[in-house]
């Protein structure tokens, strides 16, 4: 069974850095788009950035700049490296993987990956910044 868990996060400083990764089991990322998403409390759940099956990269407007998605294929671990973070980066933070339906490719817009296209969410982990 698919399952994908989540570790990192924590509480930071304005202007400091995190790095939250999601490990699979059961699911191998190279072949499939991957994501992470965010929601804070009394918002919905947005996209933050995504990267498919060849490596190739979007992110939202907010975080463009700052925030870098990648991963290990050999450790099967999806990653998300945060710097300048701002109040407003504060929120629970998921990742997500699709089942192959759109042969690793990625859907997006304005560079948020959408989520209808996603099967499987990691269980979250949270990111407070504080100023």
């Known amino acids: 069974q698919e399952k994908l868990m989540q570790s990192g996060g924590g509480s930071v400083q304005v202007g400091g850095s995190l790095k939250l990764s999601c490990a699979a089991s059961g699911y191998t990322y190279n072949d499939y788009c991957m994501g992470w998403f965010r929601q804070a409390p009394g918002k919905p759940r947005e996209g933050v950035a995504s990267?498919?099956?060849?490596?190739?990269?979007t992110y939202g407007e907010s975080v463009l700049g700052r925030f870098t998605i990648s991963k290990d294929r050999f450790k099967d671990t999806l990653y998300l490296e945060m710097n300048s973070l701002k109040p407003e980066d504060t929120a629970m933070y998921y990742c997500?993987?699709?089942?192959?339906?759109?042969?690793?490719?990625?859907?997006?817009?304005?560079?948020?990956?959408?989520?209808?296209?996603?099967?499987?969410w990691g269980q979250g982990t949270q990111v407070t910044v504080s100023s």
């Open positions: 997500a993987a699709e089942d192959g339906y759109y042969k690793g490719k990625c859907l997006t817009v304005a560079g948020r990956p959408r989520e209808e296209i996603f099967n499987y």
């Open positions: 990267i498919d099956s060849d490596g190739v990269t």
